[in-house]
């Protein structure tokens, strides 16, 4: 009998009603760490739980490539997808050597720690205002989820798009829309689901086609004017191309540090000596972040596929099939870390893989940090008690993982 077929590793569905699937990763590490799963009705693949492997499979980026795809994906919505202005959108997450490192230093220089400091004011200003505006909140009650971890990478990427102010619940909305199409509370309305999904590529266009133009005719000193402007080999990118650099920095920024927020305040009302140690020692914070960003795992898996016949650890590979890493059982792995299914936020030697490695690691983990940092800070500081104020309700996404709602009681300290 086998231990399974996958469907619990990438259904949306199973993730939001039991949460990840822990304890059947910890199986595959031990007997089937590069397990062939068939689920009905999505594209086969191998699972891969090892660290080592991913790190392996991850850092041969012409073996294993990413251009045909970074997510499982029902066997209908394939063909949807070839067929949809999506399917003609080409970003960097999705390319492989060497174009992938042409487009990728469009922006990597305003990704470097020394260029993300810059927004330190940005950013603080963002934690500063989200916590006053708890005060405001009736009952001491909030859904940190909604309120907090989505409203702070929210503003900090608008600020670095240049999204107006007045335009952030709209692009909150449409890249809702775009990436949880599994979750009946978030996906566009509309029977016709193929019409839904050309008005919602529509209407994301027609934003930053808005921002792109006026960045061309009024340059300044941000992101969205180096995307707007950008050139590969002396050539501009195209108007698809473009606009998927601003569509790929804000989705993978967004749900992410969201994801990662909120599942760190669910660890630390689970673990309140945890809480209890940060408030107390607020020069653990670089490490806290690191054990959240271990413990969350936001982005669940990212696909690869082989490009010829090879090996991973002794499996015979095809060319042409598909491997999913996942990341958060690598982050759980005996191997690698100590004690993996505590929460500790002082965890020494904490090499958490959240960010993925190799060609396409993070381009935003320095913000993704940096963010967090200032988010967790301002928190700790002023926030004198916290509970949970109701139950958490999860995403339906195998993809990017986390919660939607986190009901919590807090008590603000006063000044
Ligand atoms: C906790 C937050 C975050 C997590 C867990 C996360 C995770 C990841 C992972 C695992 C990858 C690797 C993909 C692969 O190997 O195929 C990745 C790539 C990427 N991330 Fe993040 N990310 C986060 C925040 C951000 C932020 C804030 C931004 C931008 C502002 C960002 C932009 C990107 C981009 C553009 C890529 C593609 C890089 C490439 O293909 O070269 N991410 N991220």
């Known amino acids: 009998m086998t231990i ?43 699972a891969i739980t090892r660290y080592a ?17 970074i997510t499982v994906i029902r066997r209908v919505q394939r063909a949807n997808l070839e067929e949809s202005a999506f399917g003609s959108m080409r970003v960097i997450i999705q ?29 603080e200003l963002s934690a500063r205002e989200l916590v006053d505006e708890l005060a405001g909140l009736a009952g001491g009650e909030c859904d940190f989820a909604t309120d907090i971890a989505a409203a702070h990478p929210l503003r900090i990427l608008a600020h670095m798009l240049g999204v107006p102010r007045e335009q952030e619940p709209d692009i909150l909305r449409l890249t809702n829309q775009l990436f949880a199409i599994d979750d009946p509370d978030l996906q566009r309305e509309g029977d016709d689901r193929e019409q839904a999904t050309m008005e919602l590529g529509m209407e994301l266009y027609a ?16 992101l969205a004017t180096v995307l ?12 698809m191309e473009t606009v998927g650099y601003y569509l790929i920095i804000f989705s993978a920024g967004h749900d992410t540090t969201k994801n990662a927020l909120a599942g760190g305040m669910r660890a630390f009302l689970e673990h309140p000596d945890e809480w209890r140690k940060l408030r107390e020692n607020p020069d653990l914070i670089d490490k806290a972040v690191e054990e ?25 590979i095809a060319a042409g099939e598909s491997l ?25 030697s904490n ?35 916290i509970e949970f104020a109701g139950d958490p309700a999860q995403i339906h996404s195998a993809f990017v993982v986390g919660l939607k709602h986190l009901p919590m009681r807090f008590a603000l300290a006063s000044g």
């Open 53 to 69: 492997d991913i790190v392996d499979i991850s850092t041969q980026p012409e073996l294993f490539a990413s251009g045909p795809g």
């Open 207 to 222: 934003m930053f086609d808005a921002i792109i133009q006026d960045r061309r005719a009024n340059p300044r000193d941000d």
């Open 228 to 239: 707007a402007t950008a050139t590969v080999d002396g050539e501009p990118l195209g108007p």
């Open 351 to 385: 090499r958490q893989l959240g960010f993925g490695i190799g060609e396409h690691f993070c381009l935003g983990a320095n913000m993704a940090r940096r963010s967090q940092r200032a988010l967790w800070l301002e928190l700790a500081r002023r926030l004198e008690s």
């Open 324 to 348: 999913v890493m996942f990341y958060a059982s690598a982050n759980r792995d005996e191997d690698v870390f100590d004690d993996p299914f505590r929460f500790v936020i002082d965890r020494e």
């Open 4 to 46: 399974t077929d996958g469907s619990e590793l990438i259904s949306p569905h199973y993730y939001a009603e039991h949460g990840a699937p822990h304890d059947l990763w910890t199986r595959l590490r031990n007997e089937s760490p590069v397990h062939w799963c068939e689920p009905e009705g999505f594209e086969p693949f191998w």
């Open 95 to 123: 390319m492989d050597p060497p174009e992938h490192r042409a487009v990728r230093k469009v922006a990597s220089p305003t990704f470097t720690p020394r260029a993300i400091r810059s927004l330190d004011d940005e950013i």
């Open 292 to 316: 959240v960003g271990r413990w969350t795992s936001p982005v669940n898996y990212m696909k690869r596929t082989a490009t010829a016949d090879t090996e991973v650890r002794g499996q015979k």
